[in-house]
């Protein structure tokens, strides 16, 4: 878990012909990765605002709240009590579930609060990057995706669910016995 804190959690690529080697950027804990000047150098023409870091109160808070939930990990080890183990899989998985909210309402003021003024503008046309998967936006492909730190998050709670059910299924055997 603590790897997350320093490795990138989402990656969003975009290609298009102009591009064809594709534009990434990365999204940190504390920063944002990438071509990102070229991409807010791009968003421009279409009225989305600059991405930047200071603009991201999370980029101060979630490298802490990973370290936190690496630390209550440890403490789930050492403290062995399923009441534990219940409470830190219950962190997780609202962490998981804020954090992706709030990824997806990011995502989505960038892509519909955009500049009445843009030189380019295409009535209706709204520039959200997908949260997960791909979504044709204009000439351009956007494709998000977790990057390395977000499938460390992923095979985390896909162990927690599976140790959760593993405990459902004996508590259900032993009840049955």
Not at 96 to 124: E, M, R, S
Not at 148 to 174: D, H, N, P, R
Request: with cysteine.
């Amino acid at each position: 878990m603590f790897s997350t804190i320093v490795l990138p959690i989402w990656k969003i690529e975009l290609t298009a012909p102009q591009y064809p080697e594709g534009l990434e950027m990365f999204i940190y804990s504390n920063k944002l990765g990438g071509e990102v000047d070229i991409i807010n150098g791009l968003n421009h023409y279409i009225g989305m605002h600059e991405i930047h870091e200071k603009d991201f109160v999370e980029f101060q808070i979630l490298p802490y709240v990973l370290g936190l939930l690496a630390v209550f990990g440890i403490l789930t080890a050492i403290v062995n009590r399923k009441w534990f183990f219940y409470l830190w899989c219950a962190f997780f998985v609202t962490f998981v579930i804020v954090l992706g909210l709030d990824f997806y309402f990011w995502l989505y003021n960038y892509g519909h609060n955009l500049d009445p003024t843009a030189p380019i503008q295409v009535p209706g046309m709204t520039y959200q990057p997908p949260l997960i998967g791909f979504k044709q936006l204009l000439n351009f492909g956007a494709f998000s995706i977790p990057a390395s730190g977000g499938w460390v998050m992923a095979a985390i709670g896909t162990v927690l669910a599976a140790l959760v059910g593993y405990e459902i299924k004996s508590k259900k055997q032993s009840d049955d016995s």
